[in-house]
């Protein structure tokens, strides 16, 4: 399994845009220092809340402080954009990234962002499985691209640059509920990002989101990998259960009344009054908030009931302040993400050398003795004396 993050991102609206968007960036730097997989920007326009208006301009500030961390657009809301222009800034960033960019596409989570753009939210979706196959050619092909839809057109429309990935960058795309997402991701061997682990019980349909997926895929003669599937929850996790508690007491309220009041979006979270908030989301699914053993126990939960995936990437929140939350990304590269990894090179040369210690041991020590034996023998050589 590999790791990352997925940055919506969820920030407070009582602190200023420049300093959350700074803070995000450094988030991104710490993460690429700690050895993570890649990180993840969201594309939101109302709620005041998730702030990133557009994903490429955040993975450009990105890929500049950074050296090896993929960075994705978690996602690109298709419906929104003009096909050519999307595929147009896509190959722009494969060029600045060195072919460190993920394109992940979807419909657009948030109804408030289409009624806004005069778009009915029944439309977001066929809008998205229309155009995407246009961003495709654009991105992959060498010919013109002639399209004419109810909501856009291309005149025989070409990109100015070819990929600098060679037969593009990669792509995923995203689904929360609905199996619109899988089968597509399926049809046309795309990865898909699933971001329905963070609702009540999204778990419990990974399996049958995958069956979709394995449907799609093989009706189009293509092989279903689980290696592309990214699942996104959210975790923070202390040196103790206790200090874990303690930390979220930072941002966690808001966090919850954002998902409560604010944003039109299928979690699920209820929380009644005087219950545990922690309790509440370790007990639904949602999430987990605990130490080592208990993110570990999540996520093998998670692993177990979806059948298998190949990146888990924590979903951004403020639930804790800046040092204690890349404390908690430093304990989930270096104390849970060992649990999920194959035997290392280091981990196979260690269990070679336990299990032939004794004998090597002795091999040791014979050639010391040899080497006390021959010393003593040139010595006593050379005084003309018995060896002693």
């Given at each position: 399994?590999?790791f990352?993050s997925?940055i919506?991102?969820?920030?407070?609206?009582?602190?200023t845009?420049?300093?959350?968007f700074e803070?995000?960036?450094?988030?991104?730097?710490?993460?690429?220092?700690?050895?993570?997989h890649?990180?993840?920007?969201?594309e939101?326009?109302s709620?005041g809340s998730?702030?990133?208006g557009?994903?490429?301009?955040m993975?450009?500030?990105?890929?500049?402080?950074t050296?090896?961390?993929?960075?994705g657009?978690g996602?690109i809301?298709?419906?929104?954009?003009?096909?050519l222009?999307?595929a147009d800034?896509?190959?722009?960033?494969d060029?600045?990234?060195r072919?460190?960019?993920?394109?992940?596409?979807?419909p657009?989570?948030l109804?408030?962002d289409?009624?806004?753009m005069?778009?009915?939210?029944?439309?977001?979706?066929?809008?998205?499985?229309?155009?995407l196959?246009?961003?495709?050619?654009?991105?992959r092909?060498?010919?013109p691209?002639?399209?004419?839809?109810?909501?856009?057109?291309?005149?025989?429309?070409?990109?100015?640059?070819?990929?600098y990935?060679?037969?593009?960058?990669?792509?995923a795309?995203?689904?929360?509920?609905?199996?619109?997402g899988?089968?597509?991701?399926g049809?046309l061997?795309?990865?898909?990002l699933?971001l329905?682990v963070?609702s009540?019980?999204g778990?419990?349909?990974?399996?049958?989101?995958?069956?979709?997926?394995?449907?799609?895929?093989?009706?189009?003669?293509?092989t279903?990998?689980?290696?592309?599937?990214?699942?996104?929850?959210?975790?923070?996790?202390?040196?103790?259960?206790?200090?874990?508690?303690?930390e979220?007491?930072f941002?966690?309220?808001?966090?919850l009344?954002?998902?409560?009041?604010v944003?039109?979006?299928?979690?699920g979270?209820s929380?009644?009054?005087?219950?545990?908030?922690?309790?509440?989301?370790?007990?639904s699914g949602?999430?987990?908030?605990?130490?080592?053993?208990?993110?570990t126990?999540?996520?093998?939960?998670?692993?177990?009931?979806?059948?298998?995936?190949?990146?888990?990437?924590?979903?951004?929140?403020?639930?804790?302040?800046?040092?204690?939350?890349?404390?908690?990304?430093?304990?989930?590269?270096?104390?849970?993400?060992?649990?999920?990894?194959?035997?290392?090179?280091?981990e196979?040369s260690?269990?070679v050398?336990?299990?032939n210690?004794?004998?090597?041991?002795n091999?040791?020590g014979g050639?010391?003795?040899?080497?006390?034996?021959?010393?003593?023998?040139?010595?006593?050589q050379?005084?003309?004396s018995?060896?002693?």
């Open positions: 399994m590999k990352g997925f919506a991102p969820f920030h407070s609206t009582s602190e845009a420049a300093f959350a803070r995000d960036l450094r988030l991104v730097e710490a993460l690429d220092g700690l050895g993570f890649e990180v993840w920007f969201g939101h326009h709620g998730e702030i990133v557009s994903p490429e301009i993975i450009a500030a990105a890929a500049a402080r050296r090896g961390i993929r960075l657009t996602v809301s298709l419906p929104y954009h003009h096909p222009l999307v800034r896509i190959v722009q960033l060029h600045l990234t072919g460190r960019v993920v394109f992940g596409f979807g657009g989570a109804p408030s289409a009624l806004m005069g778009i009915d939210p029944v439309l977001l979706r066929p809008r998205m499985t229309e155009a196959p246009y961003v495709l050619d654009l991105v092909g060498d010919g691209v002639s399209a004419e839809t109810d909501w856009f057109r291309l005149d025989s429309a070409r990109l100015q640059l070819r990929p990935t060679v037969g593009g960058p990669e792509l795309v995203a689904s929360m509920l609905s199996p619109s899988p089968a597509l991701a049809e061997g795309l990865g898909l699933s329905s963070a009540k019980g778990s419990s349909f990974l399996a049958n989101h995958w069956k979709v997926y394995e449907a799609e895929a093989d009706t189009a003669g293509r279903a990998d689980r290696a592309g599937w990214r699942c996104v929850a959210p975790i923070h996790i202390g040196s103790t259960r206790d200090e874990a508690r303690r979220v007491g941002g966690l309220a808001e966090w009344d954002y998902f409560q009041r944003a039109a979006l299928p979690v979270l929380v009644g009054a005087g219950e545990d908030v922690v309790d509440a989301i370790n007990e949602l999430g987990m908030i605990g130490d080592v053993d208990d993110v126990g999540f996520l093998d939960r998670i692993q177990n009931s979806s059948g298998g995936f190949g990146t888990f990437l924590v979903l951004g929140h403020d639930w804790a302040d800046e040092r204690a939350t890349v404390h908690s990304y430093e304990l989930l590269i270096r104390k849970v993400a060992p649990a999920f990894a194959a035997p290392t090179a280091q196979e260690k269990s050398l336990v299990g210690r004794s004998a090597l041991i091999a040791a050639a010391v003795t040899a080497a006390i034996r021959g010393y003593r023998a040139k010595a006593a050379r005084n003309g018995a060896p002693q």
